[in-house]
């Protein structure tokens, strides 16, 4: 069961680019951009929490826990 991190569509809802939701919490958008596209092996809470601040959102609405087969 594979985690799918669904920052790109938190960014839309919220309206915020990648350069300036980089900018606001303090990661290069290079790295953003690992953990935007699904390529990151890990997230330091410090990071989640200053995105789920930076989003107005939780955790959940970030990461999702997906069956094998509905990928």
Do not use: W, Y
């Given at each position: 069961?594979?985690?799918?991190?669904?920052?790109?569509?938190?960014?839309?809802?919220?309206?915020?680019?990648?350069?300036?939701l980089a900018?606001?919490?303090?990661?290069?958008?290079?790295?953003?951009?690992?953990l935007k596209?699904?390529?990151?092996k890990a997230?330091?809470?410090?990071?989640?929490?200053?995105?789920?601040?930076?989003?107005?959102?939780?955790?959940?609405?970030?990461?999702?826990?997906?069956?094998?087969?509905?990928?």
């Amino acid at each position: 069961m594979p985690i799918v991190v669904n920052l790109d569509v938190m960014m839309a809802r919220r309206h915020k680019g990648a350069g300036e939701l980089a900018e606001e919490i303090g990661i290069t958008p290079a790295n953003l951009s690992i953990l935007k596209n699904n390529k990151a092996k890990a997230v330091r809470f410090s990071t989640l929490e200053a995105l789920c601040k930076a989003l107005d959102c939780q955790p959940g609405d970030i990461l999702e826990l997906v069956p094998d087969e509905n990928r």
